[in-house]
T-cell receptor, first 115, second 110 residues
């Protein structure tokens, strides 16, 4: 079964450093997402991406964050100047279309620890 | 305030018991999805409900979408320890992108 893959599975970074989290969505999917989940807390929407541009973003997704689809397969989340509170599991997700029956599929997540 | 309110937040039961968890909103959703998440892993889709009033069964799990498409419930019959996990409802409100509830953390004790 096709799946969303994410790398790295775990990254430890120093506060103030830049981090890039990578995702390979399912190949025929057109809508891409990043969510995050701080340990023990709820899954929070960060951003959605379609047709090479951001279609919606949350208040969490400030200037510190950016997304990019540098080629036909990868979808990246960049976090500039990381802060301690950025420590979380970051999930990439994708879906084929936006119709009500279109399922969103999640990757296994990338654990980010900022020290 | 949460767009999707899930209740209860925590539920601990004995093996063999039945349970129902709820997902409520004041907004209309074009569909709702239920996920189960294990610690350290991504959410895994259980079911998608699309039509108001729809009921879907997945073995011992029964999912219902409210007639007005503002709420949903998940009923588990004869719970087993393997059902332990975080149950999340999620959906796109009309015109919006996927949002998650805070989840119900279920523990089934043997």
């Amino acid at each position: 079964e096709p799946e969303v893959t994410q790398t790295p599975s775990h990254q430890v970074t120093q506060m103030g450093q830049e981090v890039i989290l990578r995702c390979v969505p399912i190949s025929n999917h057109l809508y891409f997402y990043w969510y995050r989940q701080i340990l023990g807390q709820k899954v929070e929407f960060l951003v959605s991406f379609y047709n090479n541009e951001i279609s919606e973003k949350s208040e969490i997704f400030d200037d510190q964050f950016s997304v990019e689809r540098p080629d036909g397969s990868n979808f990246t989340l960049k976090i500039r100047s990381t802060k301690l509170e950025d420590s979380a599991m970051y999930f990439c997700a994708s879906r084929e279309g936006q119709g009500s029956g279109n399922t969103i599929y999640f990757g296994e997540g990338s654990w980010l620890t900022v020290v | 305030t949460q767009l999707l309110e899930q209740s209860p937040q925590f539920l601990s039961i004995q093996e063999g018991e039945n349970l129902t968890v709820y997902c409520n909103s004041s907004s209309v959703f074009s569909s709702l999805q239920w996920y189960r998440q294990e610690p350290g892993e991504g959410p895994v889709l259980l079911v998608t409900v699309v039509t108001g009033g729809e009921v879907k069964k997945l073995k011992r799990l029964t999912f219902q979408f409210g007639d007005a498409r503002k709420d949903s419930s998940l009923h588990i019959t004869a719970a087993q320890p393997g059902d332990t996990g975080l149950y999340l409802c999620a959906g796109p409100p009309l015109g919006g992108d996927m949002r998650f509830g805070a989840g119900t953390r279920l523990t089934v004790k043997p």
